[in-house]
């Protein structure tokens, strides 16, 4: 069964950090583009960052850049993204989608909390 799960996700203070892991089943990442998407309450998705499968390209929203990094272990899983100096504007729902590169074939994963108060 092809399957997309996010993890890391929780509860932390502006300023904090939090790392979440996406991790794909049924499949390898070396052929897919991976991206985290962002869903705050009431609005819209948002892009925030995104990996090529061989992880030599990367590129941020301007939101998060310098403050969020994304990598990934040679196409192999997970995929990861750090997120430093957390803001509550960064409050969302995280979600990891892959995209398959050769027919644009896309897979989502469920989501993650990341909730970021004093």
């Known amino acids: 069964e092809v399957q997309l799960v996010e993890s890391g996700g929780g509860m932390v203070q502006p300023g904090g950090s939090l790392r979440l892991s996406c991790s794909a089943s049924?499949?390898?990442?070396?052929?897919?583009?991976v991206s985290w998407v962002r869903q705050a309450p009431g609005k819209g998705p948002e892009w925030v960052s995104s990996?090529?499968?061989?992880?030599?390209?990367?590129s941020f929203a301007d939101s998060v850049n310098r403050r969020f990094t994304i990598s990934i272990d040679n196409g192999k899983n997970p995929v990861s993204l750090q997120m430093n100096s957390l803001k509550p504007e960064d409050t969302a729902v995280y979600y990891c989608?892959?995209?398959?590169?050769?027919?644009?074939?896309?897979?989502w994963g469920q989501g993650t909390q990341v909730t970021v108060s004093p």
């Open positions: 049924g499949f390898t990442f070396s052929m897919y583009d």
């Open positions: 990996i090529n499968g061989g992880g030599r390209t990367t």
């Open positions: 989608k892959a995209r398959r590169v050769r027919n644009g074939l896309e897979y």
